[in-house]
């Protein structure tokens, strides 16, 4: 099991930064995959970028070069850096870890929204 809290979600003008932070209840080093979803209004919900255990990240093409997902743990926190924000990265943020097989878990989501 693991509990995640996200963090740091707000309203921003386009072009401005934002760093989402996911606090899990264990290290990240014992999680499989942690990753940042996002998912906008009538849309689904897409990966954002993700971090394995070992370092490895990938990311949505759409935010290559601006977003940076990073962990700490000794904080046992996972971070989302957002850069140069433009009004399409509008959505609630979620935070996702996977322990595994089928345990996957969701935090509750963190609004973000970027004007224009």
């Known amino acids: 099991q693991v509990q995640l809290v996200e963090s740091g979600g707000g309203l921003v003008q386009a072009g401005g930064s934002l760093r989402l932070s996911c606090a899990a209840s264990?290290?990240?080093?014992?999680?499989?995959?942690m990753a940042w979803y996002r998912q906008a209004p009538g849309k689904q919900r897409e990966l954002v970028a993700r971090i394995t255990g070992g370092g490895s990240t990938n990311y949505l093409d759409s935010v290559k070069g601006r977003f940076t997902i990073s962990g700490d743990n000794a904080k046992n926190t996972v971070y989302l850096q957002m850069n140069s924000l433009k009004p399409e990265d509008t959505a609630v943020y979620y935070c996702?870890?996977?322990?595994?097989?089928?345990?996957?878990?969701w935090g509750q989501g963190t609004q973000v929204t970027v004007s224009s």
């Open positions: 996702y870890a996977n322990l595994g097989g089928t345990r996957i878990f």
């Open positions: 264990r290290s990240p080093l014992t999680i499989s995959v």
